[in-house]
């Protein structure tokens, strides 16, 4: 696969649009990603993934955080990718999830993702194509079949992580591990690792609770049966060593208890019939001492109910005479009910005639009933004057409702006069108003351009002032380099003179007898200069000249800089008209506020406008309201007027139907009570009359009722008469004593105490009693202790059941436990492991073992075939074996640590490990061909032999027409690679892209 062009906008720390040609940048097929920590490097890889698979590199963070937080948050953040497989160009764009600003009222609103997908003629066509799908789930199986990577595989692939690699080959042994699950993913690994353990440990739970069952049923089968302590503790500890003979302990301590229960149960049966035998004695003596006190209570109460008879005898008598008299009874109180009613009568008419006039206390009937009747067409008269009474009320409010209704719109006419008659000069102000407002709004351009104009200014007048602080600062430091540059040229000259002072010593070392002198030619040498000791080398001379350049260097650049500078600050002086700094920045502020005055303006004319439109409205509409009030008061004062007139004839008919009373319905109310107070005088002579007849017809049925009762008068009847209740209970008290005397009789004449001898000797009752509640105690004592032995022996014999349930059970968890413990301990490295490998760190070994394998092909390549990886499983103290790797030195046939590797080979192996990794991953997907690469390099500075290593092995990437990015802090390698992606941190800490290709 080969990346084209990459474009996102509103992206991580990229507030705008960046856009990367990796054609382009790419066509020396090696390039630089370099940027300070944070700037947004990892977030170019970020939004390659983001377009490809719609989730960041990172397979933990959330891809919500692509979205910029410095962008505009109604810019829509998106990435577009072109990149090339074998199937073809695509070209594809993506947005993330987001919140966006609502586009009406306040609050914000969830952007759901998107995509589009086309495939494109060639690599340059970033707006046609064919629009393939803009379905997420559709695209994403079009790009995972088009480039033959997962997510997962592609992160590993194109992007190297070399960098953790050399990690790797540093670490420590146990940090090597966490490293590599890491770089291989194996995190699906670790989780069903910490299952099947987990799943172990719970397995080995069970089986400790199924044991702790066991011990826990010899425990309660220890303490029901009263097993002492120490035989207690010997049926438990027998239960865990050897359970296979506790059947056999629990079997005989339960026959020791049915043993003892069967002794128990022969003494209770033994106590048992003893009590009985002394029971029956007991029993037949008490039956013999009641029979006769049983004969001795008949006899005396017998002679009691003699005593009583002729008492009982006069009783009899009594309650006939009582029985004979009940039937007057009805015809005495029916007389009593008369006379009594008859009273009633008479007092309800002597209060009835109280309550009339006196003239009418002893008329007629007649005469009340006219009275009466006279009374009644008074008051049906009096209806209507009522009705116009009640009413008058009702109408006297309204009249002074309407009197207020008509003040008050008195006042309303009155307060909206001065609202019309002051409206013209409150309209005439703000027309003024507006005037002004529109002029200064008319100089909004003008001043615009003024302010405009006076920032310019002001800004070069504050570059002038840091211009010109800058200069003396340069001129000193610029004189200084030069007054050294004179004085190096100075001290070169003295160091030349003495070199050539020194030569001739040279030349006379090299002398020789018989040879000619390279000066003068003689072949004879009497006295040949010697060099002195602190003679001058021309390697001296040579480093001073080099030394006096640099200066020279060093000075001409600070005279540019001055030059430039002193430039600098001539252009800004005339940039800022020659005003001062504090000159140009009262202009600036004079200008912003006449600017800021002309934009208030423009608010000042829409306001005035509208409300000068607010003022004409309102005065049209006071107008109209002035003239509705005007009619309203003209309606109200007729209508005042009518209603007032109305109100004095009601009243006067009112009061003519008053006749002296407060109202008219007073007056009805007397009437009706004295009409009503008649016909009850009427009524209750009427009912005198009927009580009085009623007494008269009663007294004749009574003496009827008393004759044929046998009685003479009333005082006769009077002392026979008794209540029902008396009665009934006089004839219960008779047939009592009847009852009595019989049972009486029925017992002294009964064969049940006909043999019973009153004179006759009987035994010790109490000595008897005595002996029958020991041998009691004896039989509860004997029958308690048979009960408690087999209420023990049944719960011993449950327990011993309980006890084989509980080794069943253990048997049952052991075989049912017995793979998931093997497994768990096979997997964390315990139990039958004799490679004592956990199940992560032996697939670890594998991948790695594999990656190993194809690091080797690239590492040949890379070290000319010197050196190859080698894996090792050696323990260093007590850590388990694993992931030990060396290096076999080909050249020396020596096998060396990793730590003995230098800064260069250290580079090349870990990027051979990273081009494995990638190859391996490549090759489970298919072999997918990848054109583009990201490396990782991990290191911080290189010194210059290391660095040659790292670009040559950099460079050989390229082969086969790959394009590769090194993501580096190395300043060393950005004079090596020309071709440069650089992320630029601006001072609001957004960032920008500066591409050099």
């Not at 960041?56 to 990435?79: G, M």
């Not at 003979?245 to 301590?253: G, I, P, S």
């Not at 049983?294 to 006939?320: I, N, P």
Request: hydrophobic share 40%.
């Amino acid at each position: 696969m080969q990346l084209h062009h990459l474009e996102m906008t509103a992206i991580g720390p990229y507030a705008g649009t960046e856009s990367i040609d990796f054609s382009a940048i790419g066509r020396a097929g090696l390039f630089l990603l370099e940027g300070p920590t944070g700037s947004g490097k990892s977030t170019i890889i970020d939004a390659i993934t983001f377009a490809l698979y719609g989730k960041v590199a990172q397979a933990s963070a959330d891809v919500e955080r692509i979205h910029s937080h410095h962008a505009d948050p109604r810019t829509v953040p998106v990435v577009t990718l072109v990149f090339e497989t074998q199937s073809g160009i695509y070209r594809v764009q993506r947005t993330p999830r987001f919140e966006r600003p609502k586009s009406r009222g306040a609050g914000t609103t969830v952007a759901q993702p998107t995509i589009k997908l086309w495939r494109v003629a060639t690599p340059d066509d970033l707006l046609g194509g064919e629009l393939l799908s803009t379905s997420i789930g559709d695209c994403d199986d079009e790009i995972t079949r088009a480039v033959g990577l997962t997510r997962d595989q592609f992160v590993q692939t194109v992007i190297l992580p070399q960098g953790e690699f050399a990690t790797f080959l540093r670490a420590r042994s146990e940090d090597k591990g966490k490293l590599l699950e890491k770089v291989f993913g194996t995190a699906f690994f670790r989780r069903v690792q910490d299952e099947i353990v987990e799943a172990g440990r719970v397995a080995q739970g069970r089986r400790q609770s199924a044991v702790d069952e066991i011990r826990m049923a010899v425990q309660a089968f220890a303490v029901s049966a009263g097993l002492e302590t120490e035989r207690r503790d010997a049926l438990v500890e027998l239960s865990r060593s050897a359970p296979e003979t506790l059947a056999a302990e629990l079997a005989q301590v339960v026959d020791e208890l049915a043993t003892r229960e069967r002794h128990a149960g022969k003494r209770s049966r033994e106590a048992i019939d003893a009590h009985r035998q002394m029971a029956e004695m007991v029993g037949d003596a008490r039956l013999r001492m009641q029979r006769r006190e049983r004969l001795l209570a008949l006899q005396r109460e017998d002679e009691t109910l003699g005593k009583r008879a002729v008492h009982f005898t006069q009783l009899r008598a009594e309650v006939e005479r009582a029985r004979q008299a009940k039937p007057v009874v009805g015809a005495v109180r029916t007389l009593a009910i008369s006379e009594g009613a008859l009273k009633r009568a008479e007092g309800a008419l002597r209060l009835a005639r109280s309550h009339v006039d006196e003239a009418l206390r002893d008329a007629t009937l007649e005469t009340l009933r006219a009275n009466a009747t006279r009374s009644r067409e008074v008051i049906g008269s009096l209806d209507g004057a009522i009705t116009l009474e009640t009413a008058l009320a009702g109408r006297l409010i309204e009249a002074q409702r309407q009197q207020a209704d008509l003040a008050r719109s008195r006042t309303t006419l009155a307060a909206t006069t001065r609202e019309v008659e002051a409206l013209p000069d409150t309209i005439a102000a703000h027309e003024r108003a507006l005037t002004e407002a529109r002029r200064l709004h008319a100089l909004l351009e003008s001043r615009t351009t003024e302010a405009t104009r006076a920032k310019t200014v002001l800004e070069a007048a504050t570059g002038h002032a840091t211009a010109r602080a800058r200069v003396a600062a340069l001129e000193q430091s610029t004189g200084q380099a030069l007054e050294a540059v004179r004085a190096a040229e100075l001290d070169l000259a003295r160091l030349r003179q003495a070199r050539i002072d020194d030569i001739a010593g040279e030349l006379g070392l090299a002398l020789t007898e018989g040879d000619p002198c390279p000066v003068c030619g003689s072949l004879e040498h009497p006295a040949p200069a010697r060099p002195t000791p602190d003679a001058v080398t021309p390697e001296r001379v040579q480093a001073e000249e080099q030394r006096v350049e640099a200066l020279r260097a060093v000075a001409a650049r600070r005279v540019d800089a001055l030059a430039d500078l002193r430039g600098e600050v001539a252009a800004l002086a005339a940039a800022a008209g020659g005003l001062s700094l504090e000159a140009a920045r009262e202009r600036a502020e004079a200008a912003a506020t006449a600017l800021e005055s002309s934009v208030r303006a423009g608010d000042d004319v829409t306001r005035a406008e509208a409300r000068l439109v607010e003022l004409r409205s309102t005065q049209a509409a006071l107008a109209e309201r002035r003239g509705a009030l005007e009619t309203t008061i003209a309606r109200l004062e007729q209508a005042v007027a009518d209603l007032e007139e109305r109100i004095a004839g009601e009243r006067a008919t009112v009061d003519e139907a008053r006749d002296g009373h407060d109202t008219v319905a007073d007056r009805r109310t007397e009437l009706a009570a004295t009409a009503t107070r008649v016909d009850e005088l009427i009524d209750a002579i009427g009912q005198r009359e009927v009580a009085a007849a009623a007494v008269a017809e009663d007294e004749l049925a009574r003496d009827a009722d008393l004759a044929a009762a046998g009685f003479d008068d009333v005082a006769e009847w009077l002392a026979a008469d008794r209540t029902l209740e008396w009665i009934k209970m006089r004839e219960k008290e008779i047939a009592d004593f009847e009852t009595a005397c019989t049972q009486v009789r029925a017992g002294l004449t009964g064969p049940e105490l006909a043999d019973v001898q009153l004179d006759a000797l009987f035994d010790d009752i109490d000595q008897m009693t005595e002996l029958e509640k020991a041998a009691k105690k004896e039989m509860e004592a004997a029958t308690h202790e048979h009960g408690s032995l087999r209420t023990q022996v049944a719960r011993t014999k449950g327990h011993v059941a309980d006890i084989h349930e509980a080794l069943a059970r253990n048997a049952d968890v052991i075989a049912a436990t017995a793979d998931a413990v093997r497994v768990g301990q096979l997997v964390s490295g315990n139990g039958d492991n004799q490679l004592n490998l956990d199940l992560v760190k032996y697939v670890l070994i594998r991948r790695f073992t594999e990656v190993l394998s194809a690091a080797n092909a690239e590492l040949a390549r890379f070290s000319g075939g010197r050196y190859t990886l080698e894996h090792t499983d050696a323990k260093k103290g007590n850590a388990k074996s694993g992931l030990g790797v060396r290096v076999h030195d080909l050249h020396t046939n020596q096998v060396r640590d990793v730590g003995t590797l230098s800064g260069g080979e250290t580079f090349y192996v870990s990027l051979s490990l990273a081009l494995a990794l990638a190859e391996v991953v490549r090759a489970e997907s298919g072999g997918v061909d990848l054109g583009t690469l990201f490396v990782d390099e991990g290191f911080g500075t290189l010194d210059p032999d290391v660095l040659d290593d790292v670009m040559h092995t950099l460079e050989g990437l390229r082969e086969g027409g790959r394009t590769v990015g090194i993501v580096s802090h190395v300043t060393e390698l950005k004079s090596r690679v020309a071709d440069r992606i650089e992320v630029i941190v601006r001072p609001d800490r957004t960032s920008t892209l500066r591409i050099t290709a």
